[in-house]
Structure formats: C-alpha cells, structure tokens
C-alpha cells in the first residue's frame, strides 16, 4: 500500500463516531464551548500518534504494538511474555468489538427499516460480518483500494454536511455560548475532559496502518505521514462539519439529539434526503468494521508466523500471499456474538480491556519530565501510557 491508501486505512477507523457523536460533546460541555474539547482532542491524538509514528517507522513489520511489546521488553525473555498477553487481549476484544460495532450498524438500521426486531438485528450484524470477512479476503493491494473507495463515501457525506452548512449556517447561532460558559469551576474541567475523551475516540484508528507496516511501501516515511496526516485531516472535517450543524440546529436540540446529522439533512432538503445520508453513514460505519477487521487479523498473524501462537495462524494466500486463517478466525468468532446485545457487547468489552491494563509499576518506563509535571502531561499519559514505556524502553535500547 501506497501513502494515499494507508491514509484512507487509518481514517476510515472513524467510522460512525464524528456522526453520532457530536451530541454527546455538546451534552457534556452545555454549548458550543465544546470546540476546546474537540481541539484538545486532536493534539492529545497528534502527540499519541507521534510515539506510534516513530515505533511504527523503526520497526515496520505486521502486528503492530504486538511487535513494539516484543521488542521493548527483550524479544528472548520478557518481551515474549508482554506480547503474548497483548496477544491474548486481542484475541478476546477484536471479536466482541467487531460484533459490537457490527450490532450498532444493524441498529442504526432502524431508521430505514423500523420493523427489525432483536433476531432481525443480530442477523443483518451476522451478515456484515461475513461481508466483511468477502471483501478482506484478497491481496492488500486490493484492500487497499476498497479502502480508498469506502473513504470516498465517508468524505462524501462529510463534505455533503459542511457544504450544506455553509450555505445554510448562522453564525450568532453556531456561536450562542450560553451564560457562563467559560467559568474556571471544577464542573468546567469535568466537561471539558468528558469532551476531550469522546474527542480522542472519534480521532482513534491512526494506529492501524502499524498493523500493516510488512505490506506498506517505503514504511519508515509513510507510516509516520499517514498517522499525523489521518489525524490533522479528520480534525479539521469533524471541527467544520460540528460548527456548520449546531449554526442551523440550535445546539440545545442537537445535544439531545441520537441521530443529528440525518436529521441536519432532513431539514435542510426533506425524508429523502435524510434516508440517503442514513446510507452513507451505515456505509462510513461498514469502513469501521473493515479496517478494524484488517488490522486485528494481522496481530494473529504476526504471532503465528514467529511461532508465539498456533501456527496455522502464520498462514497466507499461496497466490495473493494475505493472511487467511487469522482472518477467517478473527471475524467467525464475532458472527456467533452478534446475537448478545449491544449493551452486553460492550460491557464485556470495557470489562476485559479494564483487566488488561498495564500495572502501576510500569510507569517507571515512562519518560516522566524533571520536577513537577504539568497536569498535561499526566493527560497525555493516561491516554497513552503502554505506547510511551515501550518507546521509551526502545530508545534506551537504540541509544
């Protein structure tokens, strides 16, 4: 893959977020003031994606952080055991958060086929699964431009809603800060860093091309421009399309609002209107699901091939030469999950991630500043932490 395709890889992980989100921020926040979340957002993203650049220009193999964990920790004692356990969380979360997304693409379904019930549901989530698992199943240099093809949609729909808000926008509306908007108090801060979070989310996938860094072409410079470029790019689009929508919906009804941008369009040009916009958005959220897909089969890969884990798993294509048992795997354990809810999905996400997380004592890798560190930097460290200790560990290593 070329710099144009591992882009598209790393922004099409946006997904469904920017168009669901924006409410929430605003909710959070009380008002427009919430541009300093999304803002906050992007520059904790850029400097996560700076230590994910680097790690990915010097060591450009497929697994990504499975790889850095190795590397970091000595790949003949401890770095072994660090990297089968991130193994081993990806084993668990990649299924649940493919069929948890797959299952929110199936719900959000509902505005164009209200009559799906929970069996309907779970049945359309099987199916994108299986779809998923067709597309992926080909040389990456196809992937890569199914990529940049399903990217074309996203940015379709983007650009459709900022176009439209700018025609159509006011901007003393878009700008109506309620009164005491920004009042240094403890309740500002506790908004601003919910914000910020649903930001950061919104901003995530800018990793993903260091899933893929054996089949990217010059990786020591691609992989760097394509994770600051992918986060620059989404910032400014998600910035201009959430200004241009709360200045023609007032920003109290889009924050109680679950499906804002359909209705932005609804407004603007009728039903219709807003049932296309509902397509293109399940199709952004498709490019989700396929990306996320793309860069987790390559963690079982990876381990596969060096013989940190079955095998079977290290097989590729004899002619396409793509992994293919790490990939059927991956998506043939979501299929069964997508009959649970999306509740229970999520839940048993957020509980298995919370039981992987790195201990305290791994904090004397990170690269703590002299002094009193600025409440900043404990910011960007709490977001950041496992990718800052191996980079750090590396760095000693190189020096």
């Known amino acids: 893959m070329g710099l144009t395709q591992s882009i598209a890889v790393n922004m099409l992980e946006i997904g469904i977020g920017p ?13 427009p003031q919430a541009i300093l979340g999304w803002f906050l957002g992007a520059v ?27 590397e970091a920790f000595n790949p003949r004692t401890w770095g072994r055991l660090f990297s089968f356990l991130f193994l081993w969380e990806a084993i668990f979360v990649a299924p649940l958060a493919i069929s948890a997304v797959s299952m929110g693409f199936a719900e959000y379904s509902h505005y164009v086929l209200p009559r799906l019930d929970h069996t309907g549901v779970a049945a359309l989530a099987a199916g994108v699964c299986a779809l998923i698992t067709f597309l ?11 990529s940049v093809v399903m990217l074309g949609v996203v940015l379709t729909a983007m650009f459709w809603v900022i176009g439209s808000g700018l025609i159509h926008m006011n901007t003393k509306m878009a700008f109506d800060f309620p009164l005491g908007a920004f009042h240094i108090s403890k309740t500002f801060f506790y908004g601003l ?57 007032p920003w109290r009804d889009a924050a109680v609002s679950h499906a804002v941008v359909s209705e932005f369009i609804g407004k603007l040009y009728g039903s219709r209107a807003a049932a296309i916009m509902t397509g293109l ?83 004397q890798y990170l690269p703590i ?28 290593g190189h020096a």
Request: charged share 10%; proline share 5%.
């Open 369 to 396: 500043p002299q002094g009193n560190p600025p409440p900043v930097w404990n910011v960007v460290l709490s977001g950041s932490g496992d990718r800052c200790s191996c980079w750090l560990d590396l760095r000693r």
């Open 44 to 70: 904790f993203s850029v400097c996560d994606g700076m230590v994910y650049a680097e790690l990915g220009a010097a060591m450009p193999g497929a697994g990504g952080a499975y790889v850095y964990f190795r």
């Open 193 to 249: 860093a919910s914000a910020t979070l649903i930001a950061m989310y919104n901003y995530g996938g800018y990793n993903n091309i260091t899933y893929l860094g054996g089949e990217v072409k010059n990786p020591t410079k691609n992989i760097p421009r394509a994770i600051v470029l992918s986060v620059l790019i989404v910032a400014v689009l998600y910035l201009l399309m959430s200004v241009v929508i709360i200045g023609t919906i």
């Open 19 to 31: 168009f669901i989100t924006i409410g929430v921020i605003l909710s959070a926040m009380g008002g």
């Open 136 to 146: 992926l199943y080909r040389p990456i240099e196809t992937v890569g431009r199914l």
């Open 281 to 363: 958005i399940l199709a952004a959220t498709l490019g989700g699901i396929f990306t996320m897909s793309l860069g987790y089969s390559r963690i079982l890969y990876a381990a596969g091939a060096e013989g940190n884990f079955f095998k079977i798993f290290g097989r590729v294509h004899p002619k396409g030469h793509f992994p293919t048992v790490s990939l059927l795997a991956i998506n043939a354990l979501a299929i069964p999950l997508c009959w649970f809810s999306l509740e229970r999905l999520l839940s048993a996400l957020m509980i298995i991630k919370s039981s992987f997380k790195s201990s305290p004592r791994y904090l």
